[in-house]
Each structure stands twice: as C-alpha cells, then as structure tokens.
C-alpha cells in the first residue's frame, strides 16, 4: 500500500519579486525528535507521525504529490527538521535534489531545527542547481519567552550559528515568529514579535509571521479549553506586519485557521477581508494592502491592548 503524504497543494509564492506556482508538501515521517522528548507548547503536529518511514515510504510521498503537477518552486515539510538523518535519510535528501534539477524547479524550502545545520549541510544546499531556503523555527528571539512559554528547547545564540553558516554560503533562511505564544497578553505579544525581528534583521532574508491556532492534543489547547487563551486577533498580524515592513524587512505571514474559533480572529464578520489582505501583503511586499482596513471591532481590540495590561506584571522584567 503506498504511503500518502499528510497533505500536499498548489499556493501563490514569492520568487525573484514575481508571483508563482508553489507545491507544498508535507511528508509523513517518524516524527520531530523534540516532540517526542518534550515539545513545543502548541505544535500538534506529532500526531501525523508514523513509525518505520524510510526511504522508500518517503519517495512514495513525493512522487504522488508531485504527479502531473506544474509549479516552479517547492516546500517539503515534515513537521520536524529535514536535515535530522532520523527522520528524513541522507539518501532521500539526495533522490530530491535530483528529481528537483530533472523537474528544474527554481527553489526548495526545507525546515529544520538549528542543531541539525552545520557547513557540510549548507555546502550540501549551495552545490544544488536551484535556489535553497532553509526556515528555522526560532519563535522568539527572546530565550526566556522562547524556552518558558514555548518550550522550544534551543538558545538565542543556537539559532544565530545556525542562521550566519547557511549565509555564508548564500543560503537564504527564514524565521519563523510566533505571534501570541500562551502567557503573554496580546500587547506583549505584538512587542515580542516585532522586537525580534529587529534583532535578527540581518541574520535572515525573510520572517515569517506564525500566528498561534490551537492544534489537538497540545498544552495551549488545555489552557483555551479553560478559557485561559485566546489565539491572536488578526489586527495584531496587520499591526506586526506593517512594522515590521517598515522597519525594510521583507516579512510574510499564512494566517492558519484565521476566521476560526481555535485560529486567530477578529469579530468574525471581518475575519476574511482582514484575512485576504494579509495573504496579499505577503505575496506583493505592499503596505498599501494592509491599509484602511476597517471593522468595528478594530476599537474592541485596541481597547484590549490597553486593558490587559493595566495591572499586569511585565512576564519579562
């Protein structure tokens, strides 16, 4: 029986300041090996994983994603790190770089946590004839927020080796932010986020903006089944993204799940509009598309930036 991957589409993307085709595809594997040791608080995504994927249960996935498809980039996610030999083997990695040259796709985006990226890796990415982007998922730059209210078990400093030895060898890498982790109000979560994309400004080519949704089976979904969290209001995306694109960072955001009650929203008659302009500020880079939007509760909101901090205690002093 041949193994399906967790799911595969065609999406919109950013190439060389044009919009194209995309293949997303996210593998089925044994799983992140930090969530099986501890884990993220919010990611769910272990569920998908399955024992005694090798090889070959691997280029089965890929090659039923990839059938009669046209597209000129690709992103292969396995929902824990591409370059973990335990999860994804030496030699699937090469079967890809291969079929992607033979398919002469333009780009690959790959995941992986720090620990797994060294100068072979990076030397192994810049030999292959198209374009590698490598999306590292650092949350915070703040080792405190990072490791206490998202467990992510790596530093600040992890993050930055890994970030200057895939530069140096002109690999574009990407930083992944999250928006709203659990502990923080929404004010601080705003602050959070565009003060670490600040800090790391030149350590990646692009951020991307990850908006907190409540997944199946994680800790944040116990806090939100106890009305202890809310998942972000999308004005905080729309807040975040147009500072931080004025800060001249190229910045995008997919909004998982928005207009959800476990994904980030607003009112819930404004979750689309607002939703749809954030997909497209991410394809065209333009601020224009984030301005005069309007809702109104767009006033509930600001009044809750203003009021969950009134007697709060900063969490970081």
């Not at 810049?126 to 949350?139: D, M, P, R, W, Y």
């Not at 809310?230 to 909004?255: F, M, Q, T, Y």
């Not at 749809?276 to 930036?305: G, H, M, P, V």
Request: hydrophobic fraction near 40%.
């Amino acid at each position: 029986m041949v193994v399906k991957p967790v799911s595969f589409w065609i999406e919109q993307e950013r190439l060389n300041f044009k919009i194209v085709r995309c293949l997303t595809v996210i593998l089925r594997t044994a799983g992140c090996y930090w969530a099986k040791k501890s884990g993220c608080l919010m990611c769910g995504f272990i569920k998908e994983a399955r024992s005694g994927i090798g090889f070959k249960e691997l280029k089965e996935q890929l090659e039923y994603a990839i059938a009669d498809k046209e597209f000129d980039m690709i992103k292969i996610f396995t929902s824990g790190s591409f370059f973990d030999t335990n999860e994804v083997p030496i030699s699937f990695r090469e079967y890809l770089y291969d079929k992607l040259d033979k398919l002469e796709v333009k780009k690959l985006i790959i995941e992986s946590r720090p620990e797994f990226i060294n100068k072979n890796i990076a030397k192994e990415l810049k030999k292959q004839s198209f374009i590698s982007e490598v999306a590292i998922g650092l949350e915070s730059a703040d080792d405190f927020i990072r490791n206490y209210c998202i467990n992510k078990g790596f530093t600040f400093k992890d993050f930055e080796k890994a970030a200057k030895i895939l530069k140096k060898e002109k690999i574009r890498v990407k930083a992944y932010l999250l928006l709203k982790p659990p502990f923080l109000s929404e004010a601080e979560a705003i602050e959070d986020v565009y003060n670490s994309a600040l800090k790391i400004k030149d350590l990646v080519d692009v951020v991307s903006i990850n908006l907190t949704n409540v997944q199946t089976g994680t800790y944040v979904e116990k806090l939100w089944k106890n009305k202890l969290y809310r998942p972000p209001w999308l004005w905080s995306a729309v807040e975040v993204l147009s500072r931080i694109k004025k800060s001249k960072i190229e910045v995008i955001s997919d909004p998982v799940a928005a207009g959800k009650i476990r994904g980030p929203h607003n009112c819930g008659k404004c979750d689309r509009i607002v939703e749809k302009a954030i997909r497209k500020f991410s394809l065209t880079q333009q601020l224009e598309e984030l301005e005069d939007l309007y809702c109104n509760c767009i006033y509930l909101w600001k009044k809750i930036l203003e009021l969950e901090n009134y007697s709060r205690i900063p969490l970081v002093l």
